[in-house]
């Protein structure tokens, strides 16, 4: 079991970056694969970016990629999505997931990840 604590969320103007961070308890951080997800309000919680076990295979949504990037250290139990050039639709609750996995694979949907930290609000202004 894993237990998953986000921080770096805020207020930031358009143009603008944040650096999410997700901590994990626990000695077996390396055995999972980690997700982040967002919900803004009045919508479904979707998938933002997905990093293998491995650490060597990233996955990012269309509406993200080549502006977010996922990362991970182990000796720090951490993942983070450094988020750059965001926008007012990025605005939401931004949530890191957690799934006991084989080495190199990915998902993109909810319902597969077992862990879930509380959230932490991004928001940004236009």
């Known amino acids: 079991q894993v237990q998953l604590v986000e921080s770096g969320g805020g207020l930031v103007q358009a143009g603008g970056s944040l650096r999410l961070s997700c901590a994990a308890s626990?000695?077996?951080?390396?055995?999972?694969?980690m997700g982040w997800f967002r919900q803004a309000p009045g919508k479904e919680r979707e998938f933002v970016a997905g990093?293998?076990?491995?650490?060597?295979?990233?996955y990012y949504a269309d509406s993200v990629k080549g502006r977010f990037t996922i990362s991970r250290d182990n000796a720090k139990n951490t993942v983070y999505l450094q988020m750059n050039s965001l926008k007012p639709e990025d605005t939401a609750v931004y949530y890191c997931?957690?799934?006991?996995?084989?080495?190199?694979?990915?998902?993109?949907?909810?319902?597969?990840?077992?862990?879930w930290g509380q959230g932490t609000q991004v928001t940004v202004s236009s």
């Open positions: 997931a957690a799934k006991s996995i084989d080495y190199f694979t990915i998902y993109d949907t909810p319902t597969e990840y077992a862990y």
């Open positions: 990093l293998s076990r491995s650490g060597t295979r990233t």
């Open positions: 626990g000695r077996t951080f390396s055995r999972y694969g």
